[in-house]
């Protein structure tokens, strides 16, 4: 089941999962740059310094092999003399050593770059069962790092060894060389032998940078599961989504339908579209439009109307335009101020009426609605200006 699984991981990592193995601390990192790194910049250090550094070392080697019977009579003052210059020494090889270690950080932070977490250092104790690590010892990741190893030690092993065969008559050469001498041809013979090893250590980060890359993005692979199961924890789930939008539906229904017993009048036709409008005469302007519904919830906005006794018109033109073209809580369009306010003044008179104080008026005269503002107009209108 898990080859399986690793071989259905065939999709290159998201962004969010690539973000994810940033904070989980899993970066792409090469050893082999770090090393290369810390020894070229010794190798620098050393090369700049070498001149200040010789006659530095030669004097110290000077001082340490000049005695006299007071220095060989005290016991004591041979342990001071040489922590002394211990101490010296140690001094003078802090710097090269603190360089080496920020450059092979530096190195290390080339391919990865700088990243701050502190998970790998939470406490995982599932960690300590020594049968769940077994797997990634026998890994192949794990086989590779194994033998890359193996085979730069035995690679430098072998440089090392074959440079100091070839200088071993050199190196005897320098102890008949006066002590200046010798000390910078020895000196040159080691500097030398660093930069063999150092292009044998450029040639192993050739190859492992490009490597530990591949390596990297082949263990983030992902699944078309894990996308999926990515998209949706992204974009929510979309049963979820569907009921809260269902929800939201709802609760705007209501509260349209709630609006409806203050409306001044319904516009309708006679089944699919219904309009309830509002006019404030205190604040003026145009008529709102308070509800709106097709079908289903046009059915409900009038009988909410009846029942609230609010006067329902059929104007089927009109309750089309105002359908398709007016928005919720906002005034009529303009091109629909003269048929809405003819309907308006229609139903004045049937309410003055009704209360007896006019007499009763006839049939909804025609209203004047744009033919372009009537959706069943729209393919007609079309086809005249093609």
């Known amino acids: 089941m898990a080859d399986q699984g690793a071989q259905d991981r065939n999709l290159p990592?998201?962004?969010?999962?690539?973000?994810?193995?940033?904070?989980?601390?899993?970066?792409?990192?090469?050893?082999?740059?770090g090393h290369f790194g810390a020894v070229a910049a010794g190798i620098a250090l050393l090369a700049v310094m070498a001149p200040?550094?010789?006659?530095?070392?030669t004097?110290?080697?000077?001082?340490?092999?000049?005695?006299?019977?007071?220095?060989?009579?005290?016991?004591?003052?041979m342990g001071e003399r040489l922590g002394g210059f211990g101490g010296q020494f140690l001094w003078a090889v802090l710097p090269v050593g603190a360089v080496t270690i920020l450059v092979a950080m530096a190195t290390g932070f080339a391919i990865g770059g700088w990243n701050f977490t502190t998970k790998p250092l939470m406490p995982n104790f599932g960690k300590l069962n020594p049968l769940t690590g077994l797997p990634k010892l026998l890994s192949a990741d794990r086989l590779i790092d194994t033998l890359r190893s193996c085979l730069l030690a035995l690679v430098l092993g072998g440089v090392g060894a074959f440079y100091l065969a070839q200088q071993m008559p050199a190196f005897a050469a320098t102890l008949a060389l006066p002590l200046p001498a010798a000390l910078a041809q020895a000196g040159s013979d080691v500097m030398f032998g660093l930069l063999l090893l150092a292009l044998t250590l450029a040639g192993f980060a050739v190859v492992d940078v490009p490597l530990q890359r591949f390596q990297h993005a082949k263990r983030l692979k992902m699944s078309h599961q894990e996308v999926k199961q990515e998209h949706k924890e992204q974009e929510g789930n979309v049963e979820v989504k569907s009921k809260v939008k269902a929800r939201m539906r709802e609760m705007a229904n209501r509260r349209m339908l709630a609006a409806v017993p203050k409306a001044d009048l319904v516009v309708m036709n006679p089944t699919h579209y219904a309009v309830a409008l509002k006019y404030d005469e205190d604040k003026g302007g145009a008529p709102r439009v308070v509800a709106k519904g097709a079908d289903l919830m046009a059915m409900r906005i009038r009988d909410t109307a009846r029942a609230a006794e609010v006067p329902v018109l059929q104007a089927a033109v009109l309750a089309r335009a105002l359908y398709a073209h007016a928005e919720l809580d906002r005034e009529v369009p303009v091109a629909l101020?003269?048929?809405?306010?003819?309907?308006?003044?229609?139903?004045?008179?049937l309410r003055a009426a009704l209360a007896g104080q006019v007499p009763m008026p006839g049939a909804l005269p025609e209203l004047p609605v744009p033919a372009e503002l009537d959706p069943h107009n729209k393919p007609a209108a079309a086809g005249a200006a093609a």
């Open 337 to 349: 101020y003269g048929a809405v306010a003819q309907v308006l003044a229609y139903v004045y008179q």
């Open 52 to 57: 200040s550094a010789l006659g530095w070392l």
């Open 59 to 77: 004097a110290l080697l000077q001082r340490g092999l000049r005695f006299d019977a007071q220095t060989l009579s005290t016991t004591a003052s």
């Open 13 to 33: 990592a998201s962004p969010r999962k690539l973000q994810k193995a940033r904070e989980d601390g899993q970066l792409p990192r090469s050893r082999d740059l």
